[in-house]
């Protein structure tokens, strides 16, 4: 059972969904270099936060990914998109699973 780290935040204004997107998935190939890293789904909720899904193999892995991730160009051109002060992480372990 996979460990999910929930990241929410809100762009800044005039950054478009595409432009986003396309940040995000040019974070893909650094974030497959890091222990644990299973995948990862961006999502948009009706209030416009941007929810970011990463499944990690252990709660461990989850809290060092922003740490091992701090220096990558590709989260910093990310942090330039968004609302700093609208920003979340949340880790959740698995208590129960229908697989």
Do not use: C
Not at 53 to 70: F, G, I, K, P, Q
Request: hydrophobic letters at 40%.
């Amino acid at each position: 059972m996979s460990v999910l780290e929930i990241v929410k935040w809100k762009a800044k204004p005039n950054v478009s969904d595409k432009k986003m997107i396309d940040v995000v998935n040019a974070m893909v190939p650094d974030l497959k270099k890091l222990d644990g890293f299973i995948s990862q789904v961006l999502y948009k909720d009706k209030n416009n936060y941007w929810v970011d899904v990463y499944y990690w193999d252990t709660a461990e892995n989850a809290h060092l990914s922003n740490e091992r991730m701090a220096e990558k160009e590709s989260l910093k051109k990310l942090l330039e998109l968004i609302e700093l002060n609208t920003v979340t992480i949340e880790v959740l372990e698995p208590l129960q699973s229908s697989e």
